[in-house]
């Protein structure tokens, strides 16, 4: 079946400094690949995503390629704010019948910045 | 718009209690979902609705029923609780069910089963 495997937490960061967030996954067809972020006490949003191979979803100043050679989507950020603490989610959907609609996630990894 | 919203925010029940999670998107979207959250695990389904009147399992549905009431109204049902049931529950919903539509997330339910 479709796993996502994420860099474990917790992830410490001063503010300014670069940010990487390792996502791997394992899929038989070819995925849809997301990443999303959940703020303290709130539900998950969209942070970005590609849907096909050498895209690059960006958004706040994050980034991830979709690299089907290493089957990577890792997240990256130049310079992270305090703003930007939370947690990142890496997931996938791929279209197989009966999951078509169904979000594989990774376990989350926590990020916090520190002024 | 209100996005998707849950009610209640935190429930805490008894072991063998039941209870009735209520999920409402005012976006229109012929697709619903619901997961749970734990520790260390990200989210995993529960189940999903494709359109109003359709529901179906995903991977964990043991413990749980859901009523898809109308197009905005996706409800999951603990008829019995259990200890294992602790955990954060999230409703979803996306217009459709295509490879790169996006889901929206409702704020969550924390539930505590003593």
């Known amino acids: 079946g479709n796993s996502v495997t994420q860099m474990e937490g917790p992830v410490t960061l001063s503010e300014e400094a670069f940010l990487t967030i390792n996502c791997t996954y394992t899929?038989?067809?070819?995925?849809?690949l997301f990443w999303y972020v959940q703020y303290p006490g709130e539900g998950l949003q969209l942070l970005l995503k590609?849907?096909?191979?050498?895209d690059k979803g960006s958004n706040k100043g994050f980034e991830a390629t979709y690299r089907k050679e290493t089957t990577s989507f890792h997240l990256e950020k130049g310079s992270v704010q305090v703003s930007d603490s939370a947690v990142y989610f890496c997931?996938?959907?791929?279209?197989?019948?009966?999951?078509?609609?169904?979000?594989?996630f990774g376990s989350g990894t926590q990020l916090t910045v520190l002024p | 718009n209100a996005g998707v919203t849950q009610t209640p925010k935190f429930q805490v029940l008894k072991t063998g209690q039941s209870m009735t999670l209520q999920c409402a998107q005012d976006?229109?979207?012929?697709?619903m979902y619901w997961y749970r959250q734990d520790p260390g695990m990200g989210l995993r389904l529960i189940y999903y609705?494709?359109?109003?009147?359709?529901?179906d399992k995903g991977e964990v549905p043991n413990g749980y029923n859901v009523s898809r009431l109308n197009k905005r109204e996706f409800s999951l049902r603990l008829e019995s609780a259990a200890p294992s049931q602790t955990s954060v529950y999230f409703c979803?919903?996306?217009?459709?069910?295509?490879?790169?539509?996006?889901?929206?997330f409702g704020p969550g339910t924390r539930l505590t089963v003593l």
């Open positions: 976006m229109n979207h012929n697709s």
């Open positions: 979803a919903s996306s217009h459709e069910t295509g490879m790169g539509n996006e889901q929206f």
């Open positions: 590609a849907t096909k191979a050498d």
């Open positions: 997931a996938l959907r791929e279209w197989a019948s009966g999951s078509a609609r169904q979000l594989t």
């Open positions: 899929a038989t067809g070819y995925p849809s």
């Open positions: 609705s494709a359109s109003e009147g359709t529901t």
